[in-house]
């Protein structure tokens, strides 16, 4: 029996090579060797975004097809949307009977997120109750390894402690959750800060050739190299760390040629502009085909809800019981 995994995003639109590098790209490998079940947090996104919903659904199919277009395949892992299943509302309703208010509190993200976001008004019940909300989407499919990149850490250490702290009063019954760190790379910005859609600093996987080169022209390079044959210092440069990234197989050469003052920026930015729209022939392809008929998405999207369905009903039953909801 293969390990059951359970990852999920918020629907953000269109995906960059950030979110590639940084988890999808790991989905892909672990469809294979884990049951897995990838789904759209669309209800998260609700957590920031309660007063911008209208495009709710485009951002969630555009993600999908960038998910399908880079290789996840519905074949091998389940695809669904977690507002298809209201069970996961149901078991965040228990989660948040028993949930001190005081562990939510004291979450980093949360702290810093409030500090961050002051455009709005995020100081609600939904906001704070983001990693109860997230335990529920693991556990509800009996979820045993969770794919997150470190900044996720500490829900996923939060949602152990409610899962214990609910084994303890109704009897042994959810698994605790494991975090599984990936080799992910990160993956800096055109700008030098961490990529991110909100910076308008982000190579997207959707970008045409020449939207891909023209980001890529923009990007900050050594800043004390002034003439085309001094002598670089590839470690401070924003293109050379895409690079290592897309042009492993000749990094050395690449930085020996900037170090010896050999090649210029502007030759090797469209080295690496080319080298990252050779990585991604077969995703415009695939992606293409999607968005001729982007209702194969929600089909498969419902396909995976239909899936799952029985196992979150499961879930319910059994938890109504051992709370005495039913008898
Ligand atoms: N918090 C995750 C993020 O921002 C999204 C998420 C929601 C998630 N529920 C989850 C991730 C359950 C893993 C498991 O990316
Ligand atoms: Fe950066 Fe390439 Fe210029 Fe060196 S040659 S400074 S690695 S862009």
Known sequence: MKKRIVSG???????????????????????????????????????????????????????????????????KCTIYRQSDLPEVAELSLYFSM????????RCPTYKEMLKEIDYKDISTHGFLGYPILQ????????????PVGEDQLPHLELGREIVRRFNYFYGQYFPE????????????????????KSYGNSINLSDSPKEILKKV?????????????????????LVHGLHKIYSADHID?????????KIGCVECKKLLAERINESL?????????????????????????KKVRPIAQETLREIRKRINIDG
């Open 9 to 75: 995003n918020r629907p953000t639109g269109k995906l960059h090579i950030g979110h590639y590098h940084g988890a999808l790209q790991n989905w892909i490998e672990l469809q294979d060797k884990y049951d897995c079940f990838f789904f759209v947090a669309d209800w998260h996104a609700l957590t920031t975004k309660y007063d911008e919903t209208e495009n709710l659904r485009k951002d969630t199919e555009d993600m999908v097809i960038d998910w399908l277009a880079a290789g996840l395949n519905p074949s």
């Open 98 to 105: 028993i949930t001190p208010i005081s562990w939510l509190e």
């Open 135 to 146: 335990t529920a989407d693991i556990v509800l499919y009996h979820g045993e390894l969770v």
């Open 177 to 196: 959750p494991q975090a599984v760190l990936s080799h992910t790379k990160r993956v800096i910005g055109t700008d030098g800060r961490k990529m991110s």
């Open 217 to 237: 022209q923009t990007m900050i390079t050594d800043p004390v190299r002034i003439k085309r044959t001094d002598p670089g210092h590839p470690e401070v440069c």
């Open 253 to 261: 050469e690449i930085v020996k040629e900037c170090k010896s003052g």
């Open 281 to 305: 022939v077969d995703f415009r392809a695939k992606r293409a085909e999607l968005e001729k008929d982007p209702g194969q998405v929600w089909k498969i999207l419902e396909f995976g809800a």
